[in-house]
C-alpha cells in the first residue's frame, strides 16, 4: 500500500511546484520578449512606487560602505555629465539647411512672360535650387587597335607588324570595366541588393544579363582581391589592441536546408585603426579558429564571454578585456523578468558609462583617461561587485538574476584590466557594429551556397569595411584598385593599396 504523503511532503511539494512554474513564466516571458519585444538593450524603468523590493535591506547594508567611497566620484561624473547635456544641443532628424557639396549646378534665368527685358532694370533677384538627376546609364568603351605593316615592306618576306597591346582586363575577356563589377559588389555588400534584384534593374537599364553571369563575376572579382585580403588579415593581426567576435551566416549546401556556420571578426581597434578582418572556415566556431590566427600573438584581445577565449587568459604577453555591454544586457533581462531586483547593477554600469563619455566628449589624453578610471572606474566596480556578492545569496544559479551574476563574476577581472590602458575601450561594440552589413545582407540575400561563397563574403566585407573604419569611399577605392591590381604584383605593392595604407598615400 502507498503511504499517504505528510503535510511536510505536500508542503515541499508545493514549494517545488511554485519554484519551477516561477521559472516557466519567466522563461516564457523571456522568449516572447524575444519574438515579439523590442530588441534595445535600453533598462526598464523602476516605479520607486511599487514600494521596497525583497533584498533592499540585505543589499543596503552591504553596499553601503562601497557605496560611500564612490559618493564622491559619483557626484563629480554627474555633475560633468549634466554639464556636458546642457551644452549639446538638441538633436533633431531634420537637417537645419538645404545642403549638397560637390554637385553641378545648371543656371538658367526665368523672365517674366510678355515683358520686354530691355524696358527694365534688373534690381534684384531670387535663387530657387531644385534637386535633380539624370538616369544611370550604361555605355560600351569599343577599342580599335589596327594592325600595321610598314611602308617600305610592302613587297618584304618577313615585314615589320606592329599592333597597340590589347587592354588589360580586369576579370578577363575583356568584356566587363572596374566601374561596372566595383558598382555590382558595392550594391550587393554596401547596399544589400541580391544579384538577381541587381539583374533586374540592369534590364531596365538596358542590359540583359542572366543572374548566374552577375554570380560568376562577383566571384571572379573575390578571387583577384585575395591577395589584398590576405595582406590585410596580416596586417590586422599586428595590432596589439584587437576586439574580437563571432556572426553566424547560414550556408544552403544540406539538401532543402541551410546550416549554421560562423565568420570570425577581428578588429584592428586602436585609435588609428587599420579596419576589420573577417574570417570563414567551414562555418567552424571551434577555438582553433583563433588560437591559429593568433598564434604567437602579443597584446591586448577584446571578448564576449565564449569560453573558446578562456585559452588566451594563459598565453604571455596577452591582456585578456572584457565586454561591459554583454554584462548590462543580462542584468537588463533580469531586470525586465524581475523589476527592481538588478537596477542597482545597470545603475553602476551606467555610472561606467557616463564616465567614459565625459572623457571622450573633453577628448582627455589616454593617460589622463587610464587615471580616471583608476581613481573613480575600479572603486565603482568595487561596489558592484560587493553588490554581486550580496545578490548571488538571493538567487539560484537558473535564474536570470543568476545567469547576469554568473556572467558578470567570470568577466570581472578582465573588466578590470580596461584601467591599464587609456586606449581601451569599456565594451566591445565597436567589433559589432562591424556586423551589421552581414547582418542586412542576409536578410537579403539570405545564404550562401557553400563554403566557398561564404568565403567570398568574407573577402568583400573585410575590405569594404575596412573602408568604412578608415572613412574611404567603398566604391571609388574599389574602382581604382580594380583596375590597378595585376597578378606579377609584390607584397609591397599590395600593401599600398590597402584602405588604410591607400587613404594615407592620399593626404
Request: proline share 5%; aromatic share 10%; net charge neutral.
Amino acid at each position: 500500500m502507498k503511504k499517504q504523503p505528510t503535510y511536510e511532503d505536500l508542503l515541499q511539494e508545493n514549494k517545488k511546484l511554485r519554484t519551477e512554474n516561477s521559472r516557466k513564466d519567466e522563461r516564457i516571458a523571456y522568449l516572447e520578449r524575444m519574438l515579439f519585444g523590442s530588441k534595445s538593450d535600453k533598462a526598464p524603468k523602476v516605479d520607486s512606487s511599487d514600494g521596497p523590493t525583497l533584498f533592499d535591506d540585505f543589499f543596503k547594508k552591504a553596499c553601503d560602505e562601497k557605496d560611500k567611497a564612490i559618493e564622491k566620484a559619483k557626484e563629480q561624473i554627474e555633475k560633468e555629465a549634466q554639464t556636458r547635456r546642457s551644452r549639446k544641443p538638441a538633436k533633431t532628424q531634420r537637417p537645419s539647411e538645404y545642403r549638397y557639396a560637390g554637385l553641378e549646378e545648371r543656371w538658367h534665368t526665368e523672365m517674366p512672360k510678355d515683358v520686354n527685358p530691355d524696358d527694365y532694370d534688373v534690381i534684384g533677384k531670387d535663387v530657387t535650387r531644385t534637386l535633380h538627376r539624370d538616369p544611370a546609364k550604361f555605355w560600351v568603351e569599343c577599342t580599335e587597335r589596327p594592325i600595321l605593316r610598314r611602308k617600305t615592306d610592302k613587297n618584304a618576306a618577313h615585314p615589320k607588324i606592329v599592333q597597340a597591346s590589347a587592354p588589360v582586363s580586369v576579370i578577363g575577356g575583356n568584356h566587363v570595366g572596374a566601374d561596372v563589377l566595383a558598382q555590382i559588389i558595392i550594391d550587393k555588400y554596401e547596399h544589400h541588393l541580391p544579384e538577381y534584384r541587381q539583374v533586374k534593374m540592369l534590364k531596365e537599364m538596358g542590359v540583359a544579363l542572366p543572374v548566374s553571369t552577375v554570380n560568376n563575376w562577383v566571384h571572379a572579382v573575390a578571387d583577384k582581391l585575395y591577395p589584398l585580403y590576405e595582406s590585410l588579415g596580416e596586417d590586422i593581426r599586428n595590432s596589439d589592441y584587437l576586439q574580437i567576435d563571432e556572426v553566424p551566416w547560414r550556408i544552403a549546401d544540406g539538401k532543402g536546408k541551410c546550416r549554421h556556420g560562423y565568420a570570425w571578426q577581428f578588429r584592428d581597434a586602436r585609435p588609428d585603426s587599420h579596419g576589420l578582418y573577417f574570417y570563414y572556415l567551414k562555418g567552424s566556431r571551434g577555438g582553433e579558429i583563433p588560437r591559429a590566427q593568433l598564434k604567437d600573438y602579443r597584446g591586448a584581445i577584446q571578448t564576449d564571454g565564449y569560453k573558446v577565449y578562456d585559452y588566451f587568459e594563459k598565453q604571455d604577453g596577452v591582456t585578456l578585456l572584457g565586454c561591459m555591454a554583454h554584462i548590462r544586457r543580462k542584468f537588463v533581462e533580469a531586470e525586465r523578468a524581475c523589476p527592481g531586483v538588478a537596477s542597482k547593477a545597470i545603475e553602476y554600469i551606467e555610472l561606467l558609462y557616463t564616465q567614459e563619455e565625459n572623457l571622450r566628449e573633453r577628448k582627455a589624453p589616454y593617460e589622463e583617461v587610464a587615471k580616471a578610471r583608476k581613481e573613480k572606474g575600479l572603486p565603482i566596480m568595487d561596489a558592484m561587485e560587493a553588490w554581486m556578492k550580496a545578490a548571488s545569496t538571493t538567487t539560484t544559479p537558473s535564474d536570470l538574476l543568476g545567469k547576469a551574476l554568473d556572467y558578470a563574476y567570470k568577466l570581472w577581472p578582465r573588466m578590470r584590466n580596461y584601467a591599464l590602458d587609456g586606449r581601451y575601450h569599456l565594451d566591445n561594440n565597436d567589433v559589432e557594429r562591424g556586423q551589421r552589413p552581414s547582418v542586412m545582407g542576409r536578410k537579403n540575400y539570405l545564404f550562401s551556397h557553400d563554403d566557398k561563397g561564404a568565403e567570398d563574403n568574407a573577402v568583400f566585407y573585410s575590405l569594404l569595411e575596412s573602408c568604412d573604419v578608415v572613412q574611404l569611399n567603398p566604391l571609388d577605392w574599389l574602382t581604382d584598385v580594380l583596375g590597378r591590381l595585376r597578378d606579377n604584383m609584390d607584397e609591397d605593392e599590395i600593401i599600398q593599396l590597402l584602405p588604410y595604407q591607400y587613404k594615407k598615400s592620399r593626404e
